[in-house]
């Protein structure tokens, strides 16, 4: 199994999402992540994906992607030049007894206690997805009573911009 990330620009439409994520469908790839936001620029957003392919090629995806009127530019991040983030809220148990436990795994991965109840904490952990995955399996032996975790984030390195080069 072979993961791509695909970083889309694409208007604000109705429906845009829903026609995005049935393509993948109808070509048998599962999403394994999405997410989508705001971008810079008015009226344009950003949907990152992150798919899983094994037998099937991704260019034909692609190209089915690109002939959506919506779709403004399209644009595969390979790993190793671009930045790619997780983010986690993680609900753990917390009493007197193993607080100080916890927080020491919460110091040692550079996560956030974000709130606090006399027996259980909400910490924040963002990183790539090594480092929130061992965090999660550090903190489960404490007891995790909630997990909510974004879609990946990336963003290509260096200077240009999937915007830039698309308004060109």
């Given at each position: 199994m072979t993961k791509h990330v695909l970083s889309l620009l694409?208007?604000?439409t109705p429906g845009l999402l829903t026609r995005v994520a049935?393509?993948?469908?109808?070509?048998?790839?599962?999403?394994h992540s999405l997410a989508v936001g705001v971008t810079e620029?008015?009226?344009?957003?950003?949907?990152?994906?992150?798919?899983?392919?094994?037998s099937q090629p991704l260019e034909q995806v692609t190209k089915q992607l690109n002939?959506?009127?919506?779709v403004v530019k399209i644009v595969e991040l390979d790993p190793a030049v671009s930045v790619q983030r997780q983010h986690m809220l993680v609900k753990v148990r917390a009493d007197n007894s193993t607080r100080g436990n916890v927080l020491e795994v919460v110091?040692?991965?550079?996560?956030?206690v974000v709130d606090y109840h006399p027996d259980a904490l909400v910490i924040e952990i963002t990183g790539d997805q090594g480092k929130v995955e061992a965090?999660?399996?550090?903190?489960?032996?404490?007891?995790?009573?909630?997990?909510?975790?974004?879609?990946?984030?990336?963003?290509?390195r260096?200077?240009?911009s999937i915007s830039e080069r698309a308004l060109r």
């Amino acid at each position: 199994m072979t993961k791509h990330v695909l970083s889309l620009l694409v208007e604000d439409t109705p429906g845009l999402l829903t026609r995005v994520a049935g393509l993948f469908a109808r070509r048998g790839f599962n999403i394994h992540s999405l997410a989508v936001g705001v971008t810079e620029i008015p009226g344009l957003s950003r949907i990152t994906v992150v798919v899983d392919v094994e037998s099937q090629p991704l260019e034909q995806v692609t190209k089915q992607l690109n002939k959506l009127i919506n779709v403004v530019k399209i644009v595969e991040l390979d790993p190793a030049v671009s930045v790619q983030r997780q983010h986690m809220l993680v609900k753990v148990r917390a009493d007197n007894s193993t607080r100080g436990n916890v927080l020491e795994v919460v110091n040692l991965f550079r996560a956030s206690v974000v709130d606090y109840h006399p027996d259980a904490l909400v910490i924040e952990i963002t990183g790539d997805q090594g480092k929130v995955e061992a965090f999660q399996k550090a903190i489960t032996p404490f007891g995790i009573k909630e997990i909510s975790q974004s879609g990946l984030l990336a963003l290509g390195r260096g200077p240009k911009s999937i915007s830039e080069r698309a308004l060109r």
